[in-house]
Protein backbone atom coordinates (compact mmCIF):
# COMPACT_ATOMS: atom_id res chain seq x y z
CA UNK A 1 0.00 0.00 0.00
CA UNK A 2 1.56 3.42 -0.77
CA UNK A 3 1.84 5.86 2.27
CA UNK A 4 0.72 9.07 1.53
CA UNK A 5 0.18 12.03 3.74
CA UNK A 6 -3.80 10.81 4.25
CA UNK A 7 -2.79 7.67 5.35
CA UNK A 8 -0.61 9.40 7.98
CA UNK A 9 -2.87 11.70 9.14
CA UNK A 10 -5.60 8.76 9.50
CA UNK A 11 -3.40 6.68 11.71
CA UNK A 12 -1.89 9.35 13.64
CA UNK A 13 -5.63 10.54 14.21
CA UNK A 14 -4.67 14.00 13.16
CA UNK A 15 -5.91 16.67 10.10
CA UNK A 16 -3.63 16.54 6.61
CA UNK A 17 -3.03 20.16 7.48
CA UNK A 18 -1.19 18.93 10.61
CA UNK A 19 1.07 15.95 9.48
CA UNK A 20 2.03 19.11 6.80
CA UNK A 21 2.85 21.36 9.07
CA UNK A 22 5.31 18.62 10.91
CA UNK A 23 6.98 17.65 7.96
CA UNK A 24 7.56 21.15 7.04
CA UNK A 25 8.95 22.37 9.96
CA UNK A 26 6.05 24.87 11.21
CA UNK A 27 4.41 22.86 13.78
CA UNK A 28 5.33 25.13 16.28
CA UNK A 29 1.25 25.88 17.05
CA UNK A 30 0.79 21.61 17.71
CA UNK A 31 1.28 20.32 20.94
CA UNK A 32 4.17 18.16 21.94
CA UNK A 33 2.44 14.84 22.70
CA UNK A 34 1.04 15.35 18.83
CA UNK A 35 3.46 16.48 16.97
CA UNK A 36 5.38 13.30 18.87
CA UNK A 37 2.66 10.83 17.47
CA UNK A 38 2.92 12.25 14.27
CA UNK A 39 6.47 11.60 14.11
CA UNK A 40 5.93 8.15 15.15
CA UNK A 41 3.60 7.08 12.76
CA UNK A 42 6.01 8.12 9.88
CA UNK A 43 9.08 6.64 11.03
CA UNK A 44 7.09 3.65 11.78
CA UNK A 45 5.90 4.01 8.22
CA UNK A 46 9.03 4.75 6.39
CA UNK A 47 6.62 8.12 4.98
CA UNK A 48 9.24 9.92 2.69
CA UNK A 49 6.94 13.34 2.77
CA UNK A 50 6.61 13.70 -1.61
CA UNK A 51 8.37 17.12 -1.90
CA UNK A 52 7.74 17.80 -5.57
CA UNK A 53 3.93 17.31 -4.89
CA UNK A 54 3.91 19.59 -2.04
CA UNK A 55 6.06 21.90 -3.93
CA UNK A 56 2.95 22.45 -6.71
CA UNK A 57 0.95 23.30 -4.21
CA UNK A 58 2.96 25.98 -2.04
CA UNK A 59 5.46 27.10 -4.53
CA UNK A 60 7.95 26.06 -2.26
CA UNK A 61 10.73 22.97 -1.93
CA UNK A 62 12.14 23.85 1.26
CA UNK A 63 15.21 23.76 -0.32
CA UNK A 64 17.85 26.48 -0.14
CA UNK A 65 21.57 26.21 -2.42
CA UNK A 66 24.62 26.89 -0.94
CA UNK A 67 27.34 27.62 -3.53
CA UNK A 68 30.94 27.66 -2.33
CA UNK A 69 34.21 28.98 -4.68
CA UNK A 70 36.31 26.11 -2.92
CA UNK A 71 35.59 23.20 -1.04
CA UNK A 72 39.17 21.95 -0.81
CA UNK A 73 39.65 24.94 1.40
CA UNK A 74 38.66 24.19 4.86
CA UNK A 75 36.97 27.53 5.31
CA UNK A 76 34.54 26.44 3.20
CA UNK A 77 33.02 23.44 4.68
CA UNK A 78 32.52 24.93 8.05
CA UNK A 79 30.61 27.76 5.95
CA UNK A 80 28.75 25.20 4.96
CA UNK A 81 28.15 23.33 8.19
CA UNK A 82 26.53 26.39 10.06
CA UNK A 83 24.33 26.51 6.89
CA UNK A 84 22.80 22.89 7.00
CA UNK A 85 22.86 22.78 11.24
CA UNK A 86 20.02 26.17 11.12
CA UNK A 87 18.70 24.63 7.63
CA UNK A 88 18.01 20.99 9.47
CA UNK A 89 16.13 22.95 12.14
CA UNK A 90 13.87 24.60 10.04
CA UNK A 91 13.01 21.54 7.90
CA UNK A 92 15.04 22.85 4.82
CA UNK A 93 17.05 20.96 2.31
CA UNK A 94 20.92 21.87 1.50
CA UNK A 95 21.54 21.63 -2.36
CA UNK A 96 25.75 22.39 -1.55
CA UNK A 97 27.58 23.59 -5.44
CA UNK A 98 31.53 23.88 -5.22
CA UNK A 99 32.52 26.52 -8.08
CA UNK A 100 36.48 25.35 -7.88
CA UNK A 101 36.41 29.41 -8.46
CA UNK A 102 35.10 28.67 -11.98
CA UNK A 103 33.08 31.87 -12.70
CA UNK A 104 31.20 29.82 -15.82
CA UNK A 105 30.54 26.64 -13.22
CA UNK A 106 29.07 29.21 -10.74
CA UNK A 107 26.39 30.60 -13.54
CA UNK A 108 25.27 27.18 -14.76
CA UNK A 109 24.82 26.45 -10.94
CA UNK A 110 22.80 29.27 -10.56
CA UNK A 111 21.26 28.11 -13.40
CA UNK A 112 20.14 24.46 -12.08
CA UNK A 113 19.51 25.61 -8.81
CA UNK A 114 16.73 27.67 -10.19
CA UNK A 115 15.17 24.93 -12.28
CA UNK A 116 15.24 22.65 -9.17
CA UNK A 117 13.22 25.07 -7.80
CA UNK A 118 15.28 26.14 -4.37
CA UNK A 119 13.87 28.54 -2.46
CA UNK A 120 16.54 31.03 -2.16
CA UNK A 121 20.43 30.96 -2.28
CA UNK A 122 23.42 31.77 -0.13
CA UNK A 123 26.27 32.72 -2.31
CA UNK A 124 30.26 33.35 -1.45
CA UNK A 125 31.41 33.83 -5.35
CA UNK A 126 34.27 33.21 -7.23
CA UNK A 127 37.46 34.91 -6.01
CA UNK A 128 38.02 35.73 -9.18
CA UNK A 129 35.08 37.36 -9.73
CA UNK A 130 35.15 40.88 -10.83
CA UNK A 131 31.71 42.04 -11.63
CA UNK A 132 28.11 40.93 -11.47
CA UNK A 133 26.62 39.03 -14.42
CA UNK A 134 23.05 39.44 -16.15
CA UNK A 135 21.79 35.63 -14.86
CA UNK A 136 22.49 36.86 -11.15
CA UNK A 137 20.84 40.44 -11.91
CA UNK A 138 18.05 38.60 -13.64
CA UNK A 139 17.53 35.86 -10.04
CA UNK A 140 14.07 36.02 -8.97
CA UNK A 141 14.87 34.13 -5.52
CA UNK A 142 16.04 35.35 -2.09
CA UNK A 143 20.34 35.41 -2.07
CA UNK A 144 22.52 36.28 1.06
CA UNK A 145 25.93 36.55 -0.05
CA UNK A 146 28.61 35.41 2.43
CA UNK A 147 32.29 36.66 2.83
CA UNK A 148 32.13 38.73 -0.09
CA UNK A 149 29.85 40.72 -1.39
CA UNK A 150 29.46 41.29 -5.87
CA UNK A 151 29.37 44.70 -6.45
CA UNK A 152 25.99 45.62 -8.38
CA UNK A 153 24.54 42.89 -7.26
CA UNK A 154 21.28 43.71 -4.78
CA UNK A 155 20.40 40.82 -2.27
CA UNK A 156 18.91 39.81 0.61
CA UNK A 157 21.64 40.09 3.05
CA UNK A 158 25.12 40.16 3.35
CA UNK A 159 27.39 38.06 6.36
CA UNK A 160 31.41 38.96 6.59
CA UNK A 161 33.82 39.91 9.14
CA UNK A 162 35.59 43.33 9.91
CA UNK A 163 38.91 42.17 7.87
CA UNK A 164 40.21 45.90 8.20
CA UNK A 165 40.37 45.49 11.63
CA UNK A 166 41.17 41.72 11.22
CA UNK A 167 44.03 42.46 8.96
CA UNK A 168 45.18 45.45 11.05
CA UNK A 169 45.41 43.94 14.14
CA UNK A 170 47.93 41.16 13.12
CA UNK A 171 50.25 43.35 12.10
CA UNK A 172 50.33 45.84 14.57
CA UNK A 173 51.12 42.78 17.24
CA UNK A 174 53.93 41.78 14.86
CA UNK A 175 55.28 45.36 14.85
CA UNK A 176 54.93 45.13 18.64
CA UNK A 177 56.61 41.65 18.37
CA UNK A 178 59.35 43.95 17.09
CA UNK A 179 59.34 42.70 13.09
CA UNK A 180 60.42 45.40 10.60
CA UNK A 181 59.94 44.24 7.21
CA UNK A 182 56.81 42.60 6.92
CA UNK A 183 55.52 41.49 3.28
CA UNK A 184 51.80 40.85 2.44
CA UNK A 185 51.10 37.72 -0.01
CA UNK A 186 47.35 38.10 -0.37
CA UNK A 187 44.70 36.48 -2.16
CA UNK A 188 43.27 37.53 -5.46
CA UNK A 189 42.66 41.80 -5.92
CA UNK A 190 39.26 41.31 -7.27
CA UNK A 191 37.77 39.54 -3.65
CA UNK A 192 36.71 42.35 -1.38
CA UNK A 193 37.96 40.47 1.52
CA UNK A 194 41.56 40.87 -0.27
CA UNK A 195 41.16 44.49 -0.47
CA UNK A 196 40.08 45.17 2.95
CA UNK A 197 42.75 43.01 4.51
CA UNK A 198 45.21 45.19 2.36
CA UNK A 199 43.63 48.26 3.82
CA UNK A 200 44.23 46.91 7.23
CA UNK A 201 47.92 45.96 6.84
CA UNK A 202 48.94 49.19 5.29
CA UNK A 203 47.57 51.65 8.17
CA UNK A 204 49.00 49.37 11.03
CA UNK A 205 52.44 50.52 9.14
CA UNK A 206 51.52 53.74 8.65
CA UNK A 207 49.70 54.15 12.08
CA UNK A 208 53.28 52.55 13.39
CA UNK A 209 55.45 55.17 11.84
CA UNK A 210 56.56 52.33 8.93
CA UNK A 211 56.25 53.28 5.63
CA UNK A 212 53.68 51.40 2.88
CA UNK A 213 56.12 49.85 0.33
CA UNK A 214 53.93 48.18 -2.24
CA UNK A 215 57.26 46.16 -3.34
CA UNK A 216 56.94 44.36 -0.15
CA UNK A 217 52.77 43.23 -1.54
CA UNK A 218 52.61 40.53 -3.28
CA UNK A 219 49.04 39.31 -4.79
CA UNK A 220 48.17 36.13 -5.93
CA UNK A 221 45.31 33.32 -4.88
CA UNK A 222 43.95 31.98 -1.50
CA UNK A 223 46.44 28.98 -1.86
CA UNK A 224 49.04 27.01 -0.54
CA UNK A 225 51.14 26.81 -3.80
CA UNK A 226 50.66 30.64 -3.95
CA UNK A 227 52.33 30.92 -0.77
CA UNK A 228 54.88 28.33 -1.63
CA UNK A 229 55.69 29.98 -5.44
CA UNK A 230 55.74 33.71 -4.16
CA UNK A 231 58.48 32.72 -1.20
CA UNK A 232 60.78 31.16 -4.05
CA UNK A 233 60.45 34.46 -6.07
CA UNK A 234 61.19 36.88 -2.70
CA UNK A 235 63.71 34.58 -1.94
CA UNK A 236 65.61 34.61 -5.67
CA UNK A 237 65.33 38.50 -5.96
CA UNK A 238 67.09 38.89 -2.66
CA UNK A 239 63.95 41.04 -0.96
CA UNK A 240 64.78 41.86 2.52
CA UNK A 241 62.02 40.60 5.15
CA UNK A 242 61.47 39.60 8.87
CA UNK A 243 57.77 39.21 9.06
CA UNK A 244 54.97 37.83 6.60
CA UNK A 245 51.31 38.66 7.13
CA UNK A 246 49.54 36.16 4.85
CA UNK A 247 45.84 36.96 2.85
CA UNK A 248 44.56 33.24 4.21
CA UNK A 249 45.90 30.21 6.37
CA UNK A 250 46.20 27.92 3.26
CA UNK A 251 48.81 30.71 1.75
CA UNK A 252 50.93 30.93 5.13
CA UNK A 253 50.99 26.94 5.01
CA UNK A 254 53.05 27.26 1.79
CA UNK A 255 54.57 29.90 2.87
CA UNK A 256 56.09 27.97 6.36
CA UNK A 257 56.51 25.22 3.97
CA UNK A 258 58.92 26.88 1.89
CA UNK A 259 60.48 28.99 4.34
CA UNK A 260 62.15 25.56 5.98
CA UNK A 261 63.25 24.52 2.35
CA UNK A 262 65.16 27.32 2.42
CA UNK A 263 66.96 26.73 5.91
CA UNK A 264 65.05 29.63 7.40
CA UNK A 265 63.10 29.09 10.77
CA UNK A 266 59.72 29.90 11.70
CA UNK A 267 59.54 32.11 13.85
CA UNK A 268 62.78 32.28 15.03
CA UNK A 269 64.00 34.07 12.03
CA UNK A 270 60.60 34.66 10.36
CA UNK A 271 57.75 35.38 11.73
CA UNK A 272 54.28 34.26 9.93
CA UNK A 273 50.59 35.01 10.79
CA UNK A 274 47.86 33.54 8.80
CA UNK A 275 44.05 34.47 7.91
CA UNK A 276 40.56 32.08 8.71
CA UNK A 277 41.85 29.62 11.77
CA UNK A 278 41.19 26.47 9.60
CA UNK A 279 41.63 23.58 11.39
CA UNK A 280 44.61 22.76 9.82
CA UNK A 281 46.19 25.99 11.63
CA UNK A 282 47.22 23.80 14.97
CA UNK A 283 48.22 20.79 12.62
CA UNK A 284 51.40 22.50 11.11
CA UNK A 285 54.50 22.73 12.69
CA UNK A 286 54.81 25.66 14.16
CA UNK A 287 51.40 25.90 15.26
CA UNK A 288 49.92 29.62 13.11
CA UNK A 289 49.18 32.29 14.67
CA UNK A 290 46.21 33.72 12.87
CA UNK A 291 43.16 35.59 12.56
CA UNK A 292 40.48 33.71 13.10
CA UNK A 293 36.91 34.30 11.99
CA UNK A 294 33.61 32.73 13.50
CA UNK A 295 32.96 30.96 10.14
CA UNK A 296 30.43 28.12 11.39
CA UNK A 297 28.46 31.71 12.89
CA UNK A 298 28.69 33.37 9.28
CA UNK A 299 27.15 29.98 7.68
CA UNK A 300 24.79 29.03 10.70
CA UNK A 301 23.41 33.42 10.47
CA UNK A 302 23.33 33.45 6.82
CA UNK A 303 21.16 30.37 6.59
CA UNK A 304 18.83 32.43 9.88
CA UNK A 305 19.05 35.75 7.59
CA UNK A 306 17.66 33.59 4.51
CA UNK A 307 14.90 31.84 6.17
CA UNK A 308 13.41 34.54 7.92
CA UNK A 309 13.17 36.06 4.86
CA UNK A 310 11.66 33.34 3.11
CA UNK A 311 8.88 32.88 6.17
CA UNK A 312 8.47 36.79 6.00
CA UNK A 313 10.61 37.00 9.59
CA UNK A 314 11.19 40.58 10.97
CA UNK A 315 15.11 40.60 10.23
CA UNK A 316 16.87 43.60 12.16
CA UNK A 317 19.55 44.36 9.71
CA UNK A 318 20.77 42.34 6.57
CA UNK A 319 24.17 43.79 6.29
CA UNK A 320 26.22 41.82 9.42
CA UNK A 321 30.09 42.30 9.89
CA UNK A 322 31.08 40.00 12.53
CA UNK A 323 34.25 40.57 14.77
CA UNK A 324 38.00 38.70 14.22
CA UNK A 325 39.95 37.37 16.58
CA UNK A 326 43.87 37.28 16.73
CA UNK A 327 44.69 33.89 18.14
CA UNK A 328 48.47 33.76 19.11
CA UNK A 329 50.09 30.48 18.67
CA UNK A 330 54.20 29.72 17.68
CA UNK A 331 54.63 30.94 14.27
CA UNK A 332 55.41 34.80 15.52
CA UNK A 333 57.85 35.35 18.19
O1 LIG B 1 40.47 31.10 2.75
C1 LIG B 1 39.56 31.56 1.84
C2 LIG B 1 39.42 33.04 2.00
O2 LIG B 1 38.43 33.40 1.15
C3 LIG B 1 39.02 33.34 3.43
O3 LIG B 1 39.97 34.18 4.01
C4 LIG B 1 37.71 33.98 3.30
O4 LIG B 1 37.68 35.25 3.92
C5 LIG B 1 37.47 34.11 1.83
O5 LIG B 1 37.64 35.45 1.43
Known sequence: MKITIKTIAKLAGVSIATVSKVVNGKDQNITEGTRNRVLKVIKENNYVPNRIASSMVTKKTKTLGLVIPDIANPFFPEIARGVEDKAKDKGYNVILCNTDNDIEKEEGYIEMLQEKMVDGIIFTSSSRRKNVSQSLLKLHIPVITVDRNIEGLKTQ???????????????????????????HITGPIASRPTRERLKGY??????????????????????????????????????????IFCGNDLIAMGVIKELKNHKLKVPDDIGVVGFDDIYLAVMIEPELTTVRQPTYEM???????????????????????LKTTLIIRNSTK
Open 157 to 183: GLVRVDNEIGAYDAVKYMIDRGYKKIL
Open 202 to 243: KRALESNNIAYDEKLVFEGSFSSDWGYECIDKIISNDIEFDG
Open 299 to 321: GYKAAELLINTLEEKEIDQNDYM
